[in-house]
């Protein structure tokens, strides 16, 4: 992963990536953003799974997940999928988001990770999948990994008083928009401008020991503990597998605090900030 240099150590800015599952209220994050705003310095990303889910539902199609031989769950992309993904991510959730921003007083301005370069990656045109106990590779995926960050536009909108709203796709070496990972993007992107804190909102409390039972939250995940690690690992399932690895990651790469909050109660940033969730942590770290 290349990253662009940033000259300036932003270590007064908070990184926010709103899930897109359903269940989540978005007017709760918007409204505490908006009086966290301007004397927070934020970068906001988000996702719109549910969404995306229902537009293709509603097209008489149905959504293809693929499992992968790590047992990670994700979207299989072709090109139409492409094509909605554009039309939902980049056009309505974004700009929906950007609306309900501007509504309480914030600037916000909606680009995709694919405006201005902000991120590029490789696209993995062969995607290797377990299909009923067998491997499968399936082709005309428009998946890719992220090889590169360039933060300069949404810092220089940042720096002009603008509120930055991100979401995927994110854009290929050869030009083509790409599906990415949005927890990956926000742990690249984080590292990239230097951020202190990773807050990743979703619809749960945090990360579950048992996902049955919503009072069983892992309040700490200590990466310097493999044993913290690999219980964190063990508990994640489905898409949660890859936030707790993006926030293992982010922590362990040099981001002070990760913070998995729930995107469903009140004010839920600044609960979060407050420690309600769990918090991806480098205990050995802190207490040298």
């Not at 908070?14 to 989540?24: D, E, F, N, P, Q």
């Not at 301007?38 to 990303?45: D, S």
Request: cysteine-free; glycine content about 10%; overall charge negative.
């Amino acid at each position: 992963m290349q990253q662009q240099e940033v000259l300036v150590t932003m270590n007064d800015l908070i990184l926010v990536k709103l899930g897109g599952s359903a269940g989540i209220d978005v007017n709760l994050t918007l409204d505490d953003l908006a009086e966290i705003w301007p004397g927070q310095r934020i970068l906001f990303i988000h996702g719109a799974n549910a969404q995306l889910d229902e537009f293709i539902a509603s097209q008489g199609k149905t959504p293809t997940l693929v499992t992968s031989s790590t047992g990670q769950v994700s979207r299989f992309t072709d090109q139409s999928v492409m094509d909605d993904m554009l039309a939902i991510y980049a056009g309505r959730a974004n700009k929906r988001l950007v609306e309900g921003f501007q509504a309480r007083g914030v600037n916000a301005v909606g680009i995709t990770a694919m405006d201005g370069g902000v991120a590029r990656g490789k696209r993995k045109d062969a995607l290797r999948i377990v299909e009923n106990g067998k491997p499968k590779i399936l082709r005309g995926d428009y998946a890719g990994s992220l090889t590169e960050i360039d933060p300069t536009l949404p810092l220089l909108l940042l720096d002009n008083g603008f509120f930055p709203v991100i979401t995927p796709p994110a854009v290929s070496v050869n030009g083509e928009a790409i599906n990415v990972d949005g927890d990956k993007l926000a742990l690249q992107m984080a590292l990239a401008v230097r951020a202190h804190t990773l807050v990743f909102l979703s619809n749960t409390a945090g990360l579950l020991a048992d996902v049955n039972d919503p009072d069983s939250l892992i309040r700490e995940i200590d990466v310097s503990d493999p044993a913290s690690v690999e219980r964190a690992m063990n508990a994640a399932a489905g898409r949660m597998k890859k936030k707790v690895q993006a926030g293992v990651g982010a922590v362990e790469a040099g981001i002070p605090r990760v913070i998995f909050g729930d995107a469903r109660r009140a004010r839920p940033v600044s609960q979060a900030l407050a420690g309600n969730g769990t918090a991806v942590v480098a205990a050995a770290a802190v207490n040298a």
